[in-house]
């Protein structure tokens, strides 16, 4: 129990195109999803905090106009990077919490973006 | 905000040895305090946790001890095998998760 599943798992695109990432909690509902973003041998950046139905928590630094997130339903956040450029290229780490239990979150395999 | 230091950064130890590591925090409020594995170019996975009324918990080979009072939590891992080796996380929780910087554990066959 408690998977979650990202969506794609790598991506390239062109510096200055749109790129979306899902994720999903496939055995659970989540009102409450976590970004996070890694670079290499460092450890996890919380980004934002995404709630079902309302606006995402985002954390000092974040430019939210550049991460959009979407917390549409119980089951899926998305993460745009919006105009993308080659310092955005990263480990996007999303996560969930089970409805109910206040502070466990479950990690999804993450989603490797490269900018060219 | 919490701060949550974590040592060592690596750690390689002989198969069959134990393995153990360090972290700890600075806020006291923090309530739930969870250990990940993270595998190259994979998500975190948890592998064991423990809240604040807990002192101690075990898990087949994997056991973690908690210190309100001094503020640290330890990971120790029992006759480690060479698929233990991966990057090992701490975290703290007071509202949101603070990582600790991480710690590499090697396991030489």
């Known amino acids: 129990g408690a998977v979650v599943s990202q969506h794609p798992s790598w991506v390239i695109c062109k510096s200055g195109t749109s790129v979306k990432i899902e994720c999903r909690s496939l055995?659970?509902?989540?009102?409450?999803m976590f970004w996070y973003r890694q670079f290499p041998k460092q450890s996890l950046m919380l980004m934002a905090t995404?709630?079902?139905?309302?606006?995402?928590?985002?954390e000092q630094g974040v430019e939210k106009d550049k991460f959009l997130i979407n917390h549409a339903s119980l089951t899926l956040s998305t993460l745009t990077v919006t105009s993308a450029h080659p310092e955005d290229s990263s480990f996007y780490i999303c996560?969930?919490?089970?409805?109910?239990?206040?502070?466990?979150?479950?990690f999804g395999p993450g989603t490797r973006l490269t900018v060219l | 905000g919490e701060n949550v230091e974590q040592h060592p950064s690596t750690l390689s130890v002989q198969e069959g040895d134990s393995a153990v590591i360090k972290c700890t925090y600075s806020?006291?409020?923090?309530?739930?305090f969870p250990w990940y594995k993270q595998e190259l170019g994979k998500g975190p996975q948890l592998i064991i946790d423990i809240r604040s009324n807990v002192g101690e918990k075990k898990d087949q080979r994997i056991a973690v001890t908690l210190n309100k009072t001094a503020k640290h939590f330890s990971l120790h891992i029992t006759e480690t095998q060479p698929e233990d080796s991966a990057v090992y996380f701490c975290?703290?929780?007071?509202?949101?998760?603070?990582f600790g910087s991480g710690t590499k554990l090697n396991v030489k066959p």
């Open positions: 996560s969930a919490r089970v409805n109910g239990i206040t502070d466990t979150q479950y």
């Open positions: 806020d006291s409020a923090s309530n739930y």
């Open positions: 975290a703290a929780n007071f509202n949101k998760f603070y």
């Open positions: 055995d659970f509902q989540a009102t409450t």
């Open positions: 995404s709630n079902e139905g309302s606006k995402a928590t985002y």
